[in-house]
């Protein structure tokens, strides 16, 4: 049948009465052939969602199918580069077309020219089972590339080639099914980027992803495998905290997703992750790192695919038993897209606009993190990382709602906070972290028993002075006694001293447990100490003129990283000064 198109509607075309195409299928629209998805079928029309610009396609112009769903292609290749939500890479469309990409033109994901050096795992006679690891190459000087038997295959060995330098469309393994069929397995294989790829099993959420940055580790920590949101209006640092979190987070895999974000700050990260330097090896953090760059004047369509394209290529790699984590900037502007599709669909609205799926589109996203084992026998875990853009900085929006239900870790960045130059401007009075109970034998095992006490201690401080603030709001500090200004001075330590953190000095960019825990051991001896001072009758004041809570405050970058044992001393400094006090 000769399926032409019949309406468009910016991104949405339909096709009037055929039964050529099957739901979610990927199609080919118009003579540049645009890429398209099926997102609706009746007897009357089937309807089409296209991925690229459709300015200047007609009616009348044909619509072809693929009889395939929307896949990515995965490979080695992957890392070290820049893709558009369609995993198209923009490096070669730059380097082939300019600065402006051309519509239907059709260019691979992966070099299918270049050699890696592969050394196989399996041969001739071999029984090789669904997602067990049949090649290896060196993908980066990081990260070892394992590729892997397609999800759903299993079989013996009929041919293999031996270890040497291939392409990604050489095949490599034959396979013979236990129907005889036979397969060619290559380098590369596709997944559909909607469906999350399958694992053995899911294994419990215990080991935190470790960022370095004080406020997250100890008071809202993440776990490997678990889900944050990162909440905040314009201005309040969820890029920046996105970038901390990329650059020192213990995971083996970045994933970046710049999705609908403007484009010069989708240039500044692209800039700005070619120049780092992964602290842990020396070499370039885009060696372990790839970027999905999809800017707020790229088709609205391929925004809402760009989500589904990162988590599926972190899926990949958590299968060859890495750890990845994806940071997704923003999901209000993926949640957008879906709202202005839904619309041109003309979809019965919900709040704000938003199509009445939205909840159940979001926890479709965040329900693919998770620690797992394997098809290949290994674990792994993807960690999501979604940024939220409320408009006017307002949390109770529907967004910013329905990710609190799919999330168990909540950064809320506070704007007031960003312009006092606090950072990270996480507001510890409206965030929280569901994976402490979680941690907790971690936390006693690998840095100290007392740590939980120590966090619940801080937190009890902060969340009292909160309470006094609102007093001194009112009446002024004068009228509070000394036990209650003494709580307020710690606190004043806590929050500049520890919380506070400086992403451009080299020993407070990132922090090792073993420091924050010594960090707060040092400012809740300082607590304990001044208490019964006060109640014999010292005053606050004269405790403050010894200096040391100054002092206190500024041990984080007095103490090189390198030199931890240097806090013990803090001690010996507290009640030296504290002896003095008249």
């Not at 896949?71 to 490096?91: M, Q, S, T, V, Y």
């Not at 067990?132 to 590729?147: K, M, N, V, Y």
């Amino acid at each position: 049948m000769d399926n032409r198109i019949y309406s468009i509607n910016g991104p949405v075309v339909t096709v009037r009465r055929t039964s050529d195409f099957s739901m979610l299928e990927m199609v080919y629209v118009g003579h540049a052939k645009l890429l398209g998805e099926v997102i609706g079928i009746t007897d009357e029309r089937t309807t089409i969602q296209v991925y690229e610009s459709t300015t200047g396609l007609k009616p009348g112009e044909p619509v072809y199918t693929s009889g395939s769903l929307l896949c990515a292609h995965l490979g080695p290749g992957i890392l070290k580069n820049i893709f558009d939500g369609i995993e198209r890479p923009l490096k070669d469309i730059a380097s082939e077309q300019g600065a402006f990409i051309s519509a239907g033109k059709a260019i691979a994901s992966l070099n299918e020219e270049k050699k890696w050096h592969v050394t196989m795992k399996v041969k001739k006679g071999d029984t090789v089972t669904s997602g067990q690891i049949f090649a290896t190459c060196p993908e980066t000087d990081l990260i070892e590339h394992r590729s892997m038997i397609p999800v759903g295959l299993s079989g013996v060995v009929e041919s293999a080639v031996e270890s040497g330098d291939y392409t990604v469309t050489e095949t490599l393994v034959t396979i013979k099914d236990s129907v005889g069929q036979v397969h060619d397995i290559k380098l590369a294989q596709d997944w559909p980027i909607r469906n999350p790829r399958p694992v053995l099993s899911r294994k419990p959420i215990d080991l935190p992803l470790v960022t370095g940055q004080r406020v997250i580790d100890t008071l809202f920590p993440i776990a490997k495998g678990g889900a944050a949101a990162v909440p905040g209006g314009f201005g309040a640092g969820k890029t920046m905290t996105q970038h901390q979190l990329a650059k020192w987070c213990d995971a083996d895999i970045i994933v970046y997703v710049g999705c609908g974000e403007r484009g010069n700050e989708m240039t500044q990260v692209l800039e700005e992750f070619s120049e780092l330097i992964d602290p842990k090896s020396g070499k370039p953090l885009l060696d372990r790192t790839v970027l999905i760059a999809n800017t707020s004047n790229m088709p609205v369509a391929a925004r809402e695919a760009s989500i589904y394209t990162g988590i599926t290529l972190a899926e990949y790699y958590r299968d060859m038993g890495y750890h990845v984590a994806i940071m997704a900037d923003s999901t209000s502007r993926w949640a957008e897209a879906l709202r202005e599709i839904s619309g041109r669909l003309e979809e019965m609205p919900a709040e704000e606009g938003f199509p009445a799926y939205l909840p159940s589109r979001i926890s479709q996203f965040y329900e693919r993190a998770g620690y797992v084992e394997t098809y290949s026998r290994n674990d792994g875990s993807v960690t999501i990382i979604g940024a939220v853009s409320p408009q006017g900085a307002d949390f109770s929006e529907p967004v910013t709602q329905n990710t609190k239900r799919f999330v168990r870790a909540f950064w809320a960045l506070d704007k007031s906070l960003a312009y006092a130059r606090h950072y990270p401007a996480i507001n510890w009075n409206l965030s929280y972290s569901e994976y402490l109970d979680d941690l907790d034998r971690w936390y006693a095992q690998n840095v100290a028993r007392d740590f939980t006490a120590l966090r619940t201690e801080i937190v009890q401080i902060l969340h009292e002075e909160n309470k006094l603030m609102e007093i001194v709001k009112l009446i002024g500090s004068d009228v509070l006694p000394d036990d209650q200004k003494l709580v307020i001075e710690i606190a004043k330590v806590v929050r500049v001293g520890y919380l506070q953190q400086n992403a451009f000095h080299p020993d407070d960019t990132f922090v090792p447990f073993e420091k924050q825990y010594k960090m707060l051991k040092v400012i809740s001896y300082l607590y304990a100490a001044c208490k019964p001072m006060i109640q014999k009758k010292f005053p606050i004041s004269a405790i403050l003129k010894t200096g040391i809570f100054d002092l206190v405050i500024k041990m984080k970058y007095d103490i090189p990283n390198n030199n931890i044992a240097l806090l013990d001393t803090y001690f010996d400094l507290i009640d030296k000064a504290l002896s003095t006090v008249e």
